[in-house]
């Protein structure tokens, strides 16, 4: 059941990218291409997602305590604004700039079947693997563990 | 290249992301970010794929069928297949450590009115609008 229903909220996520222009890089560099062929399509996509999700958020979470699939909800605790907060989302937004694709729109994207978005996620997924190794790397390195060999 | 503005399709494409948010809230409890569910069923994986897996699958059939079934999606990639990978890599390597993207932070946080997401989205979209400036109008590429 948890499978079926992600499976079709996962359908609608796709349809709404799709559908919205966020799967196509040349409409989404676009919207950042103030100085040029500007298209302010994204400011809707972007309005419309975040004014939904914030009234059906407050619905969630003020009629009921937990989901009703897990006994909680998962919601990040951080509340701190650290360095690689900042650092990484600026990284990924020069990255975007010079793809034209983000996780999000990507991943439905692939759903059209063009090369380019292969090989983008390709390399989208090497670059969450490095950083993810990276980080444990220097974790292990930076931690005073005197029971465990280095 | 010049893409068409779309209003409406925007705006409604819009609503049903966040008909998506909600719904993944409202029964699995999570926040619908693109970032964290895809980096759950890479290495190392996160014992529960299964949902994640899912989530996916149905986010990539999803425009499968819409097109199969006679829908247009306008697709176009101006950047080069080298940009492509450059930009790809230092994506995944932003959006780790930047803990999400625009559906986790500029949707699902910025919907929290979490100081972390908003924080983060005000960055990236700086960011993206420089490089894009750059890209286009310095390098002129």
Known sequence: MKILTSLIIGAIFGIGIAISGMANPAKVLNFFDLAGTWDPSLAFVMGGALITTAIGYRVVFGARSQPLFETSFALPTNRKLDFPLIAGSATFGVGWGISGFCPGGAIPALGLGYSETFIFIAAMCVGIVLAGSLKSMVIRNTQDIPFTEK | ?141
Not at chain 2, 100 to 113: D, F, N, P, W, Y
Not at chain 2, 116 to 124: P, Q, Y
């Open chain 2, 1 to 141: 290249m010049i893409t068409e503005f779309t209003p409406y399709l925007s705006l409604g494409g819009g609503v049903l992301i966040g008909i998506s948010a909600i719904l993944l809230m409202a029964f699995h409890g999570r926040i619908a970010g693109m970032t964290g569910i895809l980096a759950g069923i890479l290495p190392p994986f996160s014992s529960d794929w299964a949902w994640r897996a899912a989530f996916i699958a149905g986010a990539i059939f999803a425009p499968t069928i819409f097109v199969m079934a006679g829908g247009t999606i306008p697709f176009a990639v101006p950047p080069s297949t080298t940009l492509l990978v450059i930009g790809g890599l230092i994506v995944g390597v932003g959006v780790y450590f930047g803990s999400g993207c625009t559906s986790g932070h500029g949707v699902c946080g910025m919907a929290r009115l979490s100081p972390r997401s908003i924080t983060a989205t005000i960055v990236f979209m700086i960011a993206t609008f420089i490089t894009v400036y750059v890209i286009r109008h310095v390098i002129g590429a």
